[in-house]
């Protein structure tokens, strides 16, 4: 126990260093108006380097990863119906199918799956 304790209060100080290390090291020196441009062949910039970024980009990789995630869990479902009781598997797997039914029909009915608005 105390070796566990000992254990944890090392992790802890290496990671306070370790902590204050990467602070010490990423301190911004001087800052202007020059350094924080783009640079274009020593000119001006015509105009601002930033763009907007749509939302639905945003939208559709949230819904993407949460289908991806949702796959990924049901996948494995396929090879274990053997080793499981059939009526714990049915129930499973068509509760998360209704989940992701559900969230399809949510995602459609607020709109988050047409492109143009």
Do not use: V
Request: net charge neutral; charged share 10%.
């Amino acid at each position: 126990m105390l070796l566990m304790f000992f254990m944890s209060m090392l992790i802890l100080i290496i990671t306070m260093i370790l902590f204050f290390i990467s602070i010490f090291m990423n301190m911004k020196s001087f800052n202007s108006r020059e350094k924080n441009s783009p640079f274009e062949c020593g000119f001006d910039p015509i105009k601002s380097s930033r763009m907007n970024f749509s939302l639905q980009f945003f939208m559709f990789a949230m819904i993407f990863l949460i289908f991806d995630i949702e796959i990924s869990i049901l996948l494995p479902m396929s090879l274990c119906w053997k080793y499981s009781n059939m009526i714990n598997w049915m129930i499973s797997s068509m509760s998360s199918i209704i989940i992701i039914i559900l969230g399809l029909y949510y995602e459609w009915n607020f709109g988050l799956l047409n492109w143009m608005k």
